[in-house]
Nanobody, 117 residues
Framework: QVQLVESGGGLVQAGGSLRLSCAAS????????MGWYRQAPGEQRELVAD???????SYADSVKGRFSISRDNAKSTVYLQMNSLKPGDTAIYYC???????????WGQGTQVTVSS
């Protein structure tokens, strides 16, 4: 079992910044991918960004150049730095952990990000 605890969401004006954090605990495997999905009201959950334990990253086209994902493997923590936020970024952001070889995907409880115009 893996537990994920997210923090850093909130309300910000358009053009502002927020930093999300997600700390994983429990049965953490060395090789894994951690990332962030988001879900806006009435929309499907979508991948925002993810990062492997080796440091490879991927981003949704809509956030490239504005968001940056990073991780601290020693702390089993992933971060999402969100800059130049837009109202369209408003959503619940979920942290996700996937063990690369052992299998298993775990989700955080979600943190609300609201961007006002």
């Amino acid at each position: 079992q893996v537990q994920l605890v997210e923090s850093g969401g909130g309300l910000v004006q358009a053009g502002g910044s927020l930093r999300l954090s997600c700390a994983a605990s429990g049965s953490i495997f060395r090789f894994n991918t951690m990332g962030w999905y988001r879900q806006a009201p009435g929309e499907q959950r979508e991948l925002v960004a993810d990062i492997t334990s080796g440091g490879s990253t991927s981003y949704a086209d809509s956030v490239k150049g504005r968001f940056s994902i990073s991780r601290d493997n020693a702390k089993s923590t992933v971060y999402l730095q969100m800059n130049s936020l837009k109202p369209g970024d408003t959503a619940i952001y979920y942290c996700v952990y996937t063990a690369t070889y052992a299998g298993g995907t775990y989700w955080g409880q979600g943190t609300q990000v609201t961007v006002s115009s």
